[in-house]
Every structure is written in structure tokens, then in C-alpha cells.
């Protein structure tokens, strides 16, 4: 099994492409984290797609300077 910092190196590595959201490495980067939930035996509670249920879409908006609003639920 792969230890915390070769996970955190993994998801760190500049061929993960940065972390913001529409960021190209965004989807490698959950696509990876999905794939070692699903390893782990844990079932996915989220949105089905391509990451098997292991994403939930959350509606987001622009905040300006560089913050994302996330809309309520009522």
C-alpha cells in the first residue's frame, strides 16, 4: 500500500497540472483520488459519471479576486 507522503507527493507532482477548479489537472487529480477510495473498499455516495459515483457536482460561481462562491440550498 502506498504511504501518505507518496500519495500527497503524487497529488503534488507538477504533472498533476495545479488544483484550481477548472484547472487541467483537476479531474487527473480526482480521477486518482477515486480510484484509491474505490481501492479502499469505500462505495461511492455521490453523483454517477465518470468517477463512479465518487464526485459530487456542486453549482459554483466566481467571487472575484480568485474566490468561488458555492450556492445555497434551501
Known sequence: PETVRAVVTALAADSME????????????????ASHFAASGL???????????FLQRVPMAA?????L?????A
Not at 462505495?43 to 459515483?53: K, Q, V
Not at 467571487?63 to 474566490?67: E, L, Q, S, Y
Open 18 to 33: 495545479g488544483r484550481g477548479t477548472g484547472a487541467p489537472g483537476s479531474m487527473r487529480a480526482a480521477r486518482y483520488i
Open 43 to 53: 462505495e461511492p455516495a455521490g453523483d454517477a459519471g465518470e468517477l463512479g459515483g
Open 63 to 67: 467571487g472575484g479576486r480568485g474566490v
Open 69 to 73: 462562491l458555492l450556492d445555497s440550498f
